[in-house]
């Protein structure tokens, strides 16, 4: 049976960054000819980088894109380039090109309009006849990303009729918790409907809330997985395949669990969203709580210890144990430790409103007023210092409104804003056990939540307890279950109006929050636009 050598080159790409991402591709082009291979495959929209999304609107970014490609178009020999690009039009296309020139252009002909993606609003649908190209005497389906979704009647099984051998299908699918199984299945599906072996090259690194995992693979046509490359890692990996249903040499990642898998993407959308945006440091509050704990070791782990600067800002509430949780993290880490009370300014600020508000006993303003304080501070240090402010409010909170605007929410990005309170416990336990020693201190762990913004506080004075608080919000937010369906899953009616209500409510707190990794399959972002002006009540 024919051996192809194929080169997988799973790559971070910049959105916008054209020049960036042709001198990558122009790389991995020139190592793909010295390897022998016989094709390569790049990234969907590789050349613009994914998702582009208003960039495509502009005629010069288009037109740039294109002689950009052309550029890659001319280095090509014998090893045919599958290149993602913006074609004139506009369409999402993949150009299959040989020897120094185009051998023809493959259209997307299935455009997503749902969760994350707008490519409707952008692209046209390719359409017509489809046609297989050879490539090193075997002849060869192209196709683009969710093209690979569409069974039976879609592209890729009507390449299979026409006599394909094997399936090129190249990607910008973006990750959430457990998405490889699903894509696994799809892949595994088309290569049989298809009867050829399917090679599917997915692109990796953070863009804005999108994180992009890889996880690249090689399916035969009896539906075997025959290789599978690394999550969240730039690979250029050649694989010589023989189309009856083997590779060489083997090449199968592991797949990591999914406390694992989660943080990786949580490290990695941080990583790419200080260092593509021209950033090298940031600050993080650290509060002694678990949540600004959790939010540092991403830091630490994304940008190393000598770019993380950890703030601590006690006030009048603060308790000792808190204040010793704090230092000690940081200590842990190895990182930049500070201490500045904001006791001054809060005794400044209260004696300030104190003629417009009168005699009373501290309330909710006085609460905020500490929070915009700290906020104040931290955004001081981004004006001065240049580092960008990490915020470290989770999913559970972002969703019910229990966070200040213009204070905690104050900053560049939201590391954990979908990451639920139980999860962020949960990752606190896996950051300690994968160090082997206690990083995050088991008192941070343990302890009740509270945002000591008044004496005795603690997050359940205000909340259900975490643990009967998120499963309601998973339901109604990610699931987008009615309030009905959520009580019939056995859950305390009064409890639900209650947090449904303040889910509602919150909305145009959440829609001044900073963007943050994208770790579920519906995340407060692009995935979820809710009207902020809304009086539909359940």
Known sequence: ????????????????????????????????????????????????????????LKPGFVADN????????????????????????????????RDGKRIGVY???????????????????????????????????VSVCEDAWFPEDGPIAR??????????????????????????????????????????????????????EGGSM????????LARLPQFTEELVFVDLDVAGSVTPPTMAPVPDLDDEVYTALVTGVRDYVR????????????????????????????????????????????????????????????????????????????MLAPSFGERPPNVTDENLQSRIRGMVNMAFTNEKGWLTLTTGNKSEMAVGYFTLYGDSAGAYGVIKDVFKTEVWRLSRYVNARA??????????????????????????????????DPILEAYVERDQTRDEVVAAGHDPAIVDRIVRLVDLAEHKRRQSPPGTRVSPKAFGKDRRMPITNGYRV
Not at 188 to 210: H, I, K, M, S, T
Not at 218 to 225: I, K, N
Not at 317 to 338: P, T, V
Not at 443 to 458: F, G, H, M, N
Request: net charge negative; aromatic share 6%; with cysteine.
């Open 218 to 225: 090689v399916m035969s046509a009896t539906g075997e997985l």
């Open 276 to 351: 593509k945006n021209g950033f090298s440091d940031v600050v993080v509050a650290l509060s002694g709580g678990i949540d600004s704990s959790i939010v540092a070791c991403i830091a630490v782990d994304a940008l190393g210890p000598e770019h993380v600067h950890g703030i601590s800002m006690p006030s009048r509430y603060s308790s000792d144990g808190s204040r010793d949780d704090a230092r000690a993290l940081a200590e842990r880490l190895g990182i930049d430790f500070r201490t500045i009370a904001i006791e001054p300014a809060h005794a400044a600020f209260v004696e």
């Open 107 to 141: 259209r997307k002909r299935h455009l997503p309009n749902t969760a994350v993606f707008d490519e409707q609003r952008y692209f046209k649908a390719g359409r017509g006849g489809h046609r297989l190209w050879d490539i090193a005497g075997l002849q060869c389906g």
């Open 436 to 469: 082997g020693r206690e990083i995050i201190p088991e008192d941070v762990i343990t302890k009740p939540p509270s945002a000591e913004l008044r004496p005795d506080q603690k997050d359940e004075d205000s909340l259900p307890p975490y643990e009967i608080l």
């Open 66 to 97: 294109i002689k950009a490609l052309n550029k890659v178009v001319r280095r090509t020999r014998s090893c045919t380039a599958i290149i993602g690009f913006a074609e004139k039009g506009l369409y999402n296309s993949a150009c299959i090109a």
């Open 159 to 212: 390449q299979g009729a026409l006599g394909a051998e094997l399936i090129l299908n190249i990607n910008a699918s973006p990750f959430y918790a457990g998405r490889w199984r699903e894509r696994e299945a799809v892949v595994r599906a088309r290569a049989l409907e298809a009867g050829a072996p399917v090679v599917y090259v997915n692109q990796v690194g953070g863009q804005d809330e999108l994180v992009f």
């Open 1 to 56: 049976m024919p051996v192809i050598r194929v080169g997988l080159a799973q790559l971070n790409m910049t959105v916008g960054d054209i020049d960036g991402n042709v001198a990558r591709m122009l790389e991995a082009l020139d190592e793909a000819e010295a390897a022998g291979a016989d094709v390569i495959l790049f990234p969907e929209l590789s050349v613009t980088g994914y998702p582009p999304e208003d960039l495509l």
